[in-house]
T-cell receptor, first 116, second 113 residues
């Protein structure tokens, strides 16, 4: 799976959009970009994923550049409860009984702090 | 759905004792993962199963660690004998093989004295 690079920390004012960048310049054609977050003392939580098109759900939006070498997770109106470590993960597209496609490798992520 | 269920939530034991952590995946999910998280090493995948079959156990640190999945609704991670360096939070996660998004349990915080 391709390696990802994220800033170690970011701050955001409550109510503003939080834009979390991720670099994955070695991503290959069948690899997906996944985002998870981990609020202190809880298990990681799935947020969103995409292959090459931008994606949006009730939690966030994912913007993937045309060359797929980087992406941005957008929390449109950050709240204090969004303070967490955000992980960007590139995952192989394979699956099935023996494929490693479901395997996730977590890096160090970005610590997002949302403040009043 | 209740989500992924792990037990116990906290475990304190003494060095040399056997520890068994339990996990019930989300009903219908056919992949199950065991992770360990420490401050020093972050979140590490220990082992994962597809359809109850162990696929990759390369993350299991030593022979003291073993994991089983006797059926689709239950898995155990056993440490025998436990050592202080095994102290960590152990997470279980499950996913659908096709969709791939993993859903994590609340974790078991293990302290080995």
């Amino acid at each position: 799976d391709a390696k990802t690079t994220q800033p170690p920390s970011m701050d955001c004012a409550e109510g503003r959009a939080a834009n979390l960048p991720c670099n994955h310049s070695t991503i290959s054609g069948n690899e997906y970009v996944y985002w998870y977050r981990q609020i202190h003392s809880q298990g990681p939580q799935y947020i969103i994923h995409g292959l090459k098109n931008n994606e949006t759900n009730e939690m966030a939006s994912l913007i993937i550049t045309e060359d797929r070498k980087s992406s941005t997770l957008i929390l449109p109106h950050a709240t204090l409860r969004d303070t967490a470590v955000y992980y960007c993960i590139v995952r192989g597209g394979g699956g099935g009984l023996t494929g490693g496609g479901n395997k996730l490798t977590f890096g160090t992520g970005t610590q997002l702090k949302v403040e009043l | 759905d209740a989500g992924v269920i792990q037990s116990p939530r906290h475990e304190v034991t003494e060095m040399g004792q056997e520890v068994t952590l339990r996990c019930k995946p989300i009903s219908g999910h056919n992949s199950l993962f065991w992770y360990r998280q420490t401050m020093m090493r972050g979140l590490e995948l220990l082992i994962y199963f597809n359809n109850n079959v162990p696929i990759d156990d390369s993350g299991m640190p030593e022979d003291r660690f073993s994991a089983k999945m006797p059926n689709a609704s239950f898995s155990t991670l056993k440490i025998q004998p436990s050592e202080p360096r095994d102290s960590a939070v152990y997470f279980c996660a499950s996913s659908d093989l096709i969709a791939g998004s993993q859903y994590f349990g609340p974790g078991t915080r293990l302290t080995v004295l």
